[in-house]
Every structure is written in C-alpha cells, then in structure tokens.
C-alpha cells in the first residue's frame, strides 16, 4: 500500500515533466535560419551550432525574425558577447526594410541596460534595471536571459536576476515578431543558442 502511495507522486512528475517540454518550441534548430527571416544587410550565419549576428559592411541596424508572431510567451535564449555587444530581443514587433515598430529587451555591453525595456520609434526607454542589478551580466561569457510577456506585463531575468517587472497598457495591445538585433555602427558580434519559445495559452 505505502509503496503504490510512492510510485503514483513520481508517475505524476514525470508526466508533467514530459508536457512541459512538449510545450516548448526550439527557434533555432542549430544547422540553419528556418523559421526566420532578415532584414538588413547585416549578417546572420550558423557557425558550430551556433547562431552567430555580426556586422556587415554597411554597418547599419539588421534584425532576423521570427516568421511566426507570438503574443503571450515565455522566451529563454543563451548569448555571448563578442567586440561590441550592442543588441537586442524584440517582442511583438514588426519590420518594414529595417524600420521596426515594438518592444526591445535590451542586449548590451556593461552598464547600458541589458534586460531593461526600450520601445523604438515610440517612447524610448519605458524601463531600465536598477543600478546594482546591472552587475548580473558576464560580459565576453555566455549569458542566460528570460523574458515572460503575458497580456501588458514584461518581466526578464539575466542569469537569473529579475532585471525589470513592467506593465503597460500600449504593450497590452501590441502584436508581432519576436526578432533579434544588431545595433548600427558596425563592430557588433554576438553569438546566441538554445532560443528556445514556450506560448502561454491560459
């Protein structure tokens, strides 16, 4: 009796264990771009495994998009910054040429406000992490960042620190892509891998 008591909580864990995972969708497959399209001149090549964004020789913005729109989710994606880090995840956004109207999760060097929230061609900065929480990024390492976006609230973790908890009404009503950018200027390299996407349904 106790050891049918002991087996069925196990049973349990591991069928919910199995639905979490299959709940979850790889962005990037390692072995190409399917799924995504560029925008841009800049470059976005697979290396290794590896998801590599590097700037081109027009050293302007560039962004690879998803070509599915995802609305409420859970996104987790490692990245490493190599030269100039300046980059970027956007949610519920949308690309014209290179003109891209949403909401950026701020990929960045030291002290420039990863994980906080910048809204382009809008409003500009809606959200940056708190001074000491900037420390969270390992700058020329691999880094984990989390970002859950359900109805008009953002939250991010880097390396699992929350960076920033927002909520807005104009993020509430917004629609789109999920994309990642390399800033213009030239100089940018940033490796990323295990993008991996999970839709909130509830």
Same mark, same amino acid.
């Given at each position: ?79 490493? #910054?190599?030269? /100039? %880090? ?7 956004? &949308? *690309?014209?040429?290179?003109? =891209? ?79 990642? #950018?390399?800033? /213009? %200027? ?7 891998? &295990? *993008?991996?996407?999970?839709? =909130?349904?509830?």
């Amino acid at each position: 009796m106790n050891r049918a008591v002991k087996v069925i909580p196990v049973l349990a864990l591991l069928v919910l264990g199995v639905a979490c995972k299959s709940g979850s969708e790889k962005l990037f497959n390692g072995k190409d771009l399917d799924g995504w399209t560029r925008y841009g001149t800049e470059k976005w090549y697979v290396e290794d495994g590896l998801l590599v964004s590097e700037s081109g020789p027009d050293k302007a913005y560039g962004y690879l998009a998803t070509d599915k729109n995802y609305d409420n989710f859970e996104l987790e994606a490692d990245f490493m #910054q190599e030269a /100039d %880090g300046n980059s970027g995840i956007f949610f519920r956004s &949308n *690309i014209e040429g290179t003109k =891209i109207s949403g909401w950026q999760v701020e990929v960045a060097p030291p002290g420039l406000h990863s994980g906080g929230v910048y809204e382009s061609y809008g409003r500009g900065w809606l959200i940056k992490p708190e001074a000491e929480k900037e420390e969270a990024l390992r700058y020329g390492e691999w880094n984990h960042m989390k970002i859950r976006v359900q109805g008009n609230r953002v939250t991010t973790w880097l390396n699992g620190e929350q960076m920033i908890d927002l909520t807005d009404e104009q993020i509430g009503e917004g629609q789109g892509k999920i994309a990642l #950018q390399i800033h /213009d %200027g030239g100089g940018i390299k940033v490796l990323w891998k &295990n *993008i991996v996407v999970k839709e =909130i349904t509830e």
